[in-house]
């Protein structure tokens, strides 16, 4: 930035490059990357400083020279290699953001409690066994990330006084359990919790009527509670990564919300309350022990995203039809024999990978799919394609490999904007001279089969080649 201007009040260089007769009217300094291990004495110059950014730097200890700046309000000292916050930082009275991040803090001095504007507060990725308790002092603190820490309390007195508190996250600590009192905090929309060692949900949760987002996916947890069905602002649960054998009682009554990540948990089952989530967008269920979905499932009109993967699913049921809205449908990984007619509903679908199950074909229906653009049907039990594969001139991804199919529908040839296709592991004897052209323009692996990549019969591979 030019130093010529006399109006200019905001740097990014060194503070040795300021003239001593601008000093004082800088606001704004950003020395960060320069690779300082101290802070200059001349900081003391900075009398009107409002914002510094010294981050990316090799500070060792909190530089004391910064205490003296009285009308600092943002300090930014993150990837540094600072490992305490003493007391001195009390002096910043102005103080409204400190991010202290991505150092190797072990501890913050109780003195931040004195920062009676800070908002927020970034202490994550650093060594952190416990917060002050002064923290529970800061009453207009509205963020509060001390994530990637070794935490395993989290202000188990003084966390239902931060009432302004908007955002928390504890992600990647020690913690078991979430302190007594968090219920008060009736501002909070976004709540981090994931991957501790948290065994329950505080009943306490139901509490946080503001809450948009929560996140406590990675822990112990084997219920969730009811109370859960209080929080009517709720547009995010991630309890993904769990032990969860069934979801909460009353969880049909989150009206608003869009995204439900329960995946990876021993859930048996989605109950029939699954279908008043009618704003709901995103639903992974994937990686759990359900046997079906229900039928309710099609009251999702809003639907986008299906994840039912690696699951025991046996039958889709016909109501996956009436999901208007759905683009992408991961049904991998069951034991489906076959796939319902109405899945030709679904017209604006983009994407269909129903690999490794044990369907015996696709139903003609399929050809109603003109907005398909990747379809995975390997590693099953299919004989043939139907003839209504041609129909998806969108199509741009074909994965048939691992089938028992003996010949390819001549419309093939009719999907042009095929870049993809694999085929390998079937019993194809020969390439239909129309699809040459076709195969020959795309990206092929033909391996295991009787023809090569150009669609020339050749000799048939041996067992241990066609792997």
Partial sequence: MSLDDDEQICFKCPLEEIPQEKRSSVVELDCSNEGLNVLSPEFADLTNLQRLDCSYNS??????????????????CKENQMITIPSEISQLECLEVLDCSYNH???LHPAIGQLGYLKELNCCWNQLIALPLGIGHLHLLTSLNCSSNNLVTLLPDGIGELWNLRELNCRANKLTTLPLG??????????????NQLEELSSEIGQLISLEQLIC????????PSTISQLKNLTE???SHNQLITLPLGIGQLEHLIGLYCYSNQLEELSSEIGQLTSLKELKCADCQMTSLPPEIGHLKCLTILYCSCNQITNMPPEIGQLMSLTELICSYNLM????????????LRILDCQWNSLKGLPPEIGQLIFLRELNCSSNQMIDLPPEIGLLTNLTVLDCSYNQMIDLPLEIAHLTHLKMVFCFGNRFMQMPEKLESLFMSSFVN???????????????????DSV
């Fill in 337 to 348: 024999i076959n796939l319902p007619p109405e899945i030709g509903q679904l017209k604006y």
């Fill in 237 to 239: 649960l991630d309890c």
């Fill in 446 to 464: 033909p391996h295991g089969n009787v023809f090569d990549s150009t669609g020339r019969y050749t000799k048939r591979l041996k067992s241990d």
């Fill in 217 to 224: 996916n990675g822990n112990q947890l084997r219920t969730l």
């Fill in 105 to 107: 803090l072990i501890s």
């Fill in 59 to 76: 500070l060792k200890e909190f530089p004391f020279i910064i205490c003296q700046l009285e009308y600092l309000s943002i300090l930014i």
């Fill in 182 to 195: 968090i219920g008060q905090l009736g501002h909070l929309t976004i709540l981090d919790c994931s991957c």
